[in-house]
């Protein structure tokens, strides 16, 4: 099975296009990541795409998503590091060294640019961040960690050198959003789009008040003050409900008790 890796930019963006929603490229979620990430390459995002050859076809199956510490959007104090966003592999393309490849080209890339090393969020379990496994495969080690269950993992070019962390977070910042849902959220993944109208639509149908904050830029997102993760966020009546499969259900859930 052959494959390669294509770094994504303003060129060739509209011919190979995103890896996430990539069959539903007319819908408002891919076209606001197109946009978001067309501002991204002006800070120094990379954007790589695993590339596969199936029969006479060629479709990606897998990319990378990284960006200079500086302007990473999640709740990290790291500047002078690369901060990786996300990192996927689908399907029968899993465990095949794919991923590996994919963070090798980040780890490069970061050396070149003389970066401090590479860092990135992940999840022991029920989210969207991607597992510890696979840094740990390529030297990466853990830095700093927050409940219930996330971990900064880093691979440092140099000994001597002071790590990131996870900014400073409170639940006491929580009361300021009062009572109801509200949404923190970015363009950053184009799957939240409609993720956000459908919780509006479930809130709305209990009567509950819903509103929605969009973060502008890379400092609002790493400086939200209640999640690391600062590409989206819930909070329902001053408690955050973590971004994972199952999130509608479990809302439902809770509108359905109170």
């Known amino acids: 099975m052959c494959a390669r890796i294509i770094d994504i930019n303003e060129k060739n963006i509209n011919k190979y296009g995103l890896f996430c929603k990539k069959s539903q490229k007319k819908q408002v979620g891919y076209q606001n990541k197109v946009k978001w990430i067309k501002e991204r390459f002006?800070?120094?995002?990379?954007?790589?795409?695993?590339?596969?050859?199936?029969?006479?076809?060629?479709?990606?199956?897998g990319f990378i998503e990284y960006i200079p510490g500086k302007y990473n959007w999640r709740g990290i104090k790291a500047d002078g590091w690369m901060v990786i966003h996300c990192i996927w592999v689908v399907g029968k393309h899993k465990n095949k060294g794919y991923a590996s490849k994919l963070l090798e080209e980040c780890i490069k890339d970061a050396e070149e640019r003389k970066m401090y090393g590479v860092i990135a969020m992940t999840a022991e379990k029920g989210s969207w961040l991607p597992n510890m496994k696979i840094f740990l495969k390529h030297g990466f080690k853990k830095i700093d960690e927050l409940n219930p269950y996330y971990g900064l993992y880093a691979k440092a070019f140099s000994e001597d050198i002071a790590k990131p962390q996870f900014s400073s977070f409170s639940k006491e910042k929580l009361k300021k959003y009062g009572k109801g849902v509200t949404i923190l959220y970015s363009q950053?993944?184009?799957?939240?789009?409609?993720?956000?109208?459908?919780?509006?639509?479930?809130?709305?149908?209990?009567?509950?008040?819903?509103?929605?904050?969009?973060?502008?830029?890379?400092?609002?997102?790493q400086q939200n003050n209640i999640h690391p993760y600062g590409t989206f966020c819930a909070i329902f009546d001053g408690e955050i409900l973590p971004y994972k499969p199952g999130i509608k259900r479990e809302l439902k859930n809770l509108l359905n008790k109170k």
């Open 188 to 221: 950053q993944c184009p799957y939240l789009t409609n993720l956000v109208d459908d919780l509006e639509r479930i809130t709305k149908e209990k009567n509950v008040n819903f509103q929605t904050i969009l973060f502008k830029n890379a400092k609002e997102a």
């Open 42 to 61: 002006k800070e120094g995002l990379r954007y790589k795409l695993l590339l596969v050859k199936e029969g006479e076809r060629e479709t990606s199956r």
